[in-house]
């Protein structure tokens, strides 16, 4: 506990600040801390008016991300260490309002999130008395992956077109939208395309790719952007060919 490092944490009171302000600490890092530990000695010992999102510390809740030396990053999952000898400079995730101090605005995300419509749809319930809806490995494989999806909006804060327009659904919705449309169970794929296959959804990706260097899940958010633009491109191709399947 003898070692220290300096970290220098972004303060924001929205009552009289008019723009973030760095206030620095020094914290001691032993081997296995990472910077959500560093936050909490702060938060603990140094200064207890210190606002900030955690919740399970496993990688889990998603809540704890935030801007560190620049780059998203889950603060449960960044060890000090490896920033050491410092400083480490800390700072609310990019591309949200910021509330106070490290703590963002979550309500824009959770409105585009929901407007893709992650959760299963069918057009008609199978009544229980037929059974569960049994799928084999290789179809739950189809979708696994974008499932794991933890809704810490790293990918988000890394898209800089998220960043620059504002109607831009984002890449971790478009990745959940995936999720659901790849699932065999699952009837909503129509009503999700007409939501993403604007220039609000899909088509304004530029594909940078920062959003899949950044998830924690390796959900890879860039790669379902793809996908699903062929899957857009596909379906005008068969609806501008065989005009009558719409009708």
Known sequence: MNDRITMQVARY???GDAELSYQEYEVPYPREWVVLDGLNYIKDRLDGSLSYRWSCRMG??????MTVNGEPKLTCATF???????P??????????????????????MRKLT??????????????????HLQT??????????SM??????CCAACPVYGLDSEFVGPAAIALAQRYNLDGRDQGSKLRLDV???HEGIWGCTFVGECSKVCPENVDPAGAIQRYKLTAAMDSLKSFLMPWRGS
Do not use: H
Request: one cysteine or more; a negative charge.
């Open 60 to 65: 889990i809740c998603g809540s704890c991300g």
């Open 88 to 109: 480490v400079r800390i700072e609310p995730l990019q591309n949200f309002p910021v509330i106070r101090d490290l703590v963002v605005d979550t309500g824009d995300f």
């Open 196 to 198: 993403l296959s604007d």
């Open 80 to 86: 000090l260490a490896d920033y050491a000898p410092g």
């Open 13 to 15: 009171l929205p009552e």
């Open 149 to 154: 999806c933890i809704n810490c909006m790293l």
């Open 115 to 132: 407007s893709v419509k992650p959760w299963l749809i069918r057009e008609e319930e199978k009544p229980l008395s037929e059974g569960e």
């Open 137 to 146: 490995p290789a179809e739950l494989d189809q979708y696994k992956q974008y």
